[in-house]
Antibody
């Protein structure tokens, strides 16, 4: 059974930093692209970033480019999202997701909540 | 970026009804269009991938059609557990983009 468990969310001040983690199990982590998707309170879904199986390629939505960094440690079956220069508009539930065929996010974690406040 | 326009934003229906949700992309996205269901307080769940392929566990009352830039999700014979918010998503290019969502209410 595929399981994705996020952690690292919390309350952070505007301009601060946070690192989210996601531990994966139930599949061969090192063979799959992975993504982060977020959802602001009461709003829709926004894809944030993804990373290739070996970490050699990363892609970001424009709104986080240069501030967020996605990374992975295949030896630890772990995905990360380093978030710097946080803004109020980054407040959201952040989901870790496994990418499948066609690049679709076919499995999701339960999410970790990030709140950015002054 | 590819924009996805999803309609309607909300929909009221009854158990047993048939409902349709549409998504239009700002350009052709081949068959890279997928549908998710999200219930309150829960993570999204993949329903249909690549236009018309049911994800494991998706009931057969759900179906997807379309091509190019226009796509449709149909739910036949609504069940109580189908009342949720539905999103479409394109993965033809990055950034991946989602529709705005359709809240299906009783």
């Amino acid at each position: 059974e595929v399981q994705l468990v996020e952690s690292g969310g919390g309350l952070v001040q505007t301009g601060g930093s946070l690192r989210l983690s996601c531990v994966a199990s139930g599949f061969t982590f090192s063979s799959e692209w992975m993504s982060w998707v977020r959802q602001a309170p009461g709003k829709g879904l926004e894809w944030v970033a993804n990373i290739k199986e070996d970490g050699s390629e990363e892609y970001y939505v424009d709104s986080v480019e240069g501030r967020f960094t996605i990374s992975r440690d295949n030896a630890k079956n772990s995905l990360y999202l380093r978030m710097n220069s946080l803004r109020a508009e980054d407040t959201a539930m952040y989901y870790c997701a496994k990418d499948g065929a066609f690049g679709v996010q076919n499995y999701w974690g339960q999410g970790t909540l990030v709140t950015v406040s002054s | 970026d590819i924009q996805i326009t999803q309609s309607p934003s909300s929909l009221t229906a009854s158990v047993g009804d048939r409902v349709t949700i549409t998504c239009r992309a700002s350009q052709s996205i081949s068959n890279y269009l997928h549908w998710f269901q999200q219930k309150p307080g829960k993570a999204p769940k993949l329903l249909i991938y690549a236009v018309s392929n049911l994800s494991r566990g998706t009931p057969s009352r759900f179906s997807g059609t379309g091509s190019g830039a226009d796509f449709t999700l149909t739910i036949r014979t609504l069940q109580p557990e189908d009342f949720a918010t539905y999103y479409c998503q394109q993965t033809y290019t990055t950034p991946r983009t989602f529709g705005q969502g359709t809240k299906l209410e009783i």
